[in-house]
């Protein structure tokens, strides 16, 4: 069991009723952390259209999560 | 400095040009995005843009240098609102100076489809009708949320 | 109103822009042809445009009202400059506001690429060193003119 | 033999010396006065980088001439 930060932006922030919570998991991946989840943000695949970012850089979906680690979960984005 | 920058005020074409001059640049080449009244069939009262500065800016830095570096021009620079944004006003700006207009117009295009899609920025449409959503998320609407395209482009 | 343009004063490209605000217009692009300061390996110190109005407006009317045909753009419209510029003056300036920014920037690109060969505009370049030639008049060099290119592109 | 009006403009007119002259022709092209006229603009063939206008519209270079026309001759243009 670690712990890490998630951080939640636009959508999946207002999904999840706030834009950062401690979580503990066993996930060892992003993208299993993100499917674990899935009551809180609301969809079940990230990949091909969310983002994710680890302690402060982008990252990607089959990155590795360690206990600590800031996890930023970002939905579809639309700049311009 | 940086030639990304978010911006929580009216962004300043004339101000932004006149930082660009350059004797050796012979083209100049500019994309804005305004906020239009309607998308997808519905018509849109104002535009919420959310940013996630440290990576909007860093990744924008990365976007502008690999365009810089692969076009060949002489400068570029970008800006992109965040907060609520009115009908008509400027929600990203794009300047890109090179030697000749082929460059400029490449990069400038290259930049502002990178930023589209790969900034961490997300766009909140509110539609004349009291509705509102998320861009781009019809893809994450397991919670019903539909809302397809953007209302600047 | 005429969308093409003869100005023998500078260009206000702020002035132009917001004469084509649009709430239905969500790109907007523009395109600036700056007088540099060399071309082909030779120093400028300044150009001369020299204008042809009734066939360069007819003409640039033309091009404009068939990119906005063709491309289904919301608005362009183009200046192009007469008389002696300076290092660094706006020769050309060409904006074009559009539904969505691939429209735009290729209706752009069009309308410069044609009012460089199509229009008649004949452009002089001075040298610093005191020399001076009409571009692209290397194929009518009986009498010895070799200047290729442009210090505008 | 006709007279047409000859506008000369930038290059060609610096050659030529004047912006306009009356000539006489026999040419019965634009393209066959614009080479009887070799010896005012310097240019041997217009073709692909001049252009011409005649009665205040673009032309080609096959078109017909006619006594009292006003013939442009335009040597290869750079805007922008």
Known sequence: MKQVAVEYFALFRERAGCAEEAVQTTATTAVELFKELEHRHGTDDPRGHCKVAINGAMADWDDNIADGDRVLLFPPVAGG | MSRMVISDVSIDPQGLRADMADVR?????????????????????????????????????????????????????????????????????????????????????????????????????????????????????????????????
Request: aromatic letters at 8%.
């Open chain 2, 25 to 153: 640049a012979g083209g100049f080449v500019v994309f804005e995005g305004w906020v239009r009244n309607h998308n997808d069939g519905r018509e849109v009262q104002r535009l919420e843009y959310e940013v996630y500065h440290p990576l909007a800016i860093s990744e924008g830095e990365r976007i502008i240098a690999e365009a810089c570096a692969a076009h060949g021009v002489v400068d570029a620079f970008a800006v992109h609102r965040e907060g609520l944004l009115e009908l008509g006003d400027c929600a990203v700006w794009v300047g890109v100076a090179a030697r000749h207009r082929d460059e400029a117009f490449v990069a400038c295009r290259e930049i502002i489809d990178r930023m589209k899609i790969e900034l961490p920025i997300w766009k909140k449409e509110h539609y004349v009708d009291g509705d509102s959503g998320w861009v781009n998320c019809e893809r994450c609407a397991s919670h019903g949320h539909t809302h397809k395209h953007t209302a600047t482009s």
